[in-house]
RNA sequence: CGGGGCGUAGUAUACCGGUAGUACGCCUGCUUUGGGAGCAGGUAGACCGAGUCCGAUUCUCGGCGCCCCGACCA
């Protein structure tokens, strides 16, 4: 798109009410904006990345199996009574309201209760098993304190997923499923090498869950790493007797701060037992479904990214997330002739399928510049009566610095690679 | 929820018990034009309420909002 028609515009300097690096870089590109304490909006170009960031997330959802729907955000009270999780004590940060006829309504934190009353209508038999579903739907969580920019807030996008197995044995392979799945999420959404599965505490229905940690001094948690095996443990739960149990030594260990990008439980039969959940086996025999639950939240992912990534310019967006390919910018200094080859380029890129976001702006190269860094585009490419003269354009790389004069006929060729 | 801090133009910041200055932005003009240009002119501001006071943006109290530390975080 054109930059001079998009409505944002980047900033100088971070608002004060901002400390996270996440969210003023992403104030000061024009990716966010703040409605109130942990409430982000997302604008034309927040919304390009987070969009991307699902459409990864999906693919390797769909790619294991996963059906998507979309479970409504409004909750009745009523498969919450049967789970006993509508006390405020069971979940603290319900936002509960009331109905204008009477009667409560709950704004959803989760959706295991409404997902497996739902699946007790479809599934009855073994042979109507597993099944794995999945949404993106906007959770709202009541907060004590939002915190660390779009990290923690009280209304957020959730990649929800929930397995309904017959047996213990299928859902541990399901779940090893969903991990190599998350794992393929983060290399694609270029956390990959900074991101470790990481046993957490399993609550009260399995001895462990999982977590997955991406390595970042801003982060809110502490983890215990071993390079070497690719595995961590949660601070929480590092005692000695765990440390036996997974077989690791506390001097291979590294104690580093993690952000969790990622979490999968085992639900057990916690909740298809309450709400009715059972399926026939091959003997006629009612059995509960085995269930489990795997969270990804795009929103903290992208912030995770920006707080991993970015460098003292502004943010660095990996090429699958990034909200365009090429940063077009024209230095034409009035010249005519400039512009009309920025035009014909915008065009040809736009031919080939290559995202471009194009700098028209009547505004100085240097600010176009700083942009550019701020805004983060891995490729940008220049044309100016420089590089005319010199039969190309300028494509350099965000991520590296790297500078090259390309010639008019291999700069399609180059921006697809 | 415990503790701490902060609310001043669109943004970021000063000062002050006597109605506010600077920078960026924005508007006009001229010059400039490959790393956030220069000059000139202009635009725009004290969170809300009560109290003290001759007078409150400033002091006091209350409210609302925001940030940080901790706690919490299936």
């Not at 790619?63 to 909750?75: D, R």
């Not at 197995?165 to 090893?176: D, G």
């Not at 929480?236 to 993690?258: P, Q, R, W």
């Not at 979490?263 to 709400?275: D, M």
């Amino acid at each position: 798109m054109r930059q001079s028609q998009l409505f944002t515009k980047t900033r100088k300097q971070a608002p004060k009410d901002e400390v996270a690096k996440n969210a003023q870089l992403l104030i000061r590109a024009g990716f966010i904006h703040k409605e109130m304490a942990g409430a982000y909006s997302y604008l034309p170009l927040g919304l390009r990345v987070l969009n991307n960031i699902v459409q990864i997330i999906r693919e390797e959802m769909d790619a294991i199996g996963g059906q998507e729907m979309i479970l409504t955000a409004l909750q009745s009270p009523n498969n919450w009574k049967k789970s006993d999780r509508w006390r405020d004590d069971a979940i603290d940060v319900w936002f509960k309201t009331e109905l204008k006829g009477g009667g409560e309504l709950g704004l959803a934190t989760t959706h295991e209760e409404p997902l497996t009353a739902l699946m007790s209508e479809y599934v009855q038999s073994y042979k109507d098993l597993p099944k794995y579903v999945y949404q993106f739907q906007t959770k709202f969580r009541n907060e004590l304190r939002a915190k660390s920019g779009i990290m923690r807030t009280r209304e957020f996008v959730m990649k929800d997923l929930y397995s309904f197995s017959r047996n213990e044995e299928e859902f541990r392979t399901f779940y090893e499923e969903v991990a190599k799945a998350y794992m393929k999420v983060f290399a694609r959404i270029g956390l990959g090498d900074k991101t470790f599965r990481t046993f957490a505490s399993g609550g009260s229905f399995s001895k462990f869950s999982d977590e997955f940690q991406t390595i970042c001094d801003a982060g809110e948690d502490t983890i215990h790493l071993h390079r070497g095996k690719g595995i961590a443990v949660n601070k929480e739960i590092y005692t000695d007797e765990i440390l036996a149990d997974l077989s690791l030594k506390k001097n291979e260990l590294e104690e580093v701060k993690a952000i969790e990008v990622g979490n999968i439980f085992p639900l057990g039969t916690r909740f298809s037992e309450v709400l009715g959940l059972t399926f026939k086996d091959e003997s006629g025999n009612a059995q509960p479904v085995v269930m489990g639950s795997y969270g990804l939240g795009p929103g903290r992912l992208m912030g995770t990214i920006v707080e991993v990534l970015s460098d003292e310019k502004g943010i660095v967006w990996p090429k699958e997330v990034a909200p365009f390919s090429a940063h077009l910018i024209s230095i034409s200094s009035g010249n005519s002739d400039v512009v009309a080859e920025a035009d014909r380029l915008y065009e040809l890129l736009r031919e080939h399928g290559i995202e471009t976001l194009y700098d028209d702006r009547d505004v100085r190269a240097g600010e176009k510049f700083a942009d550019a860094d701020l805004i983060g585009v891995p490729s940008r490419v220049v044309v100016s009566e420089k590089t005319m003269s010199e039969g190309g354009v300028e494509v350099s790389n965000r991520s590296n610095g790297g500078t090259a004069i390309v010639p008019d006929s291999e700069i399609v060729e180059r921006l697809r690679n």
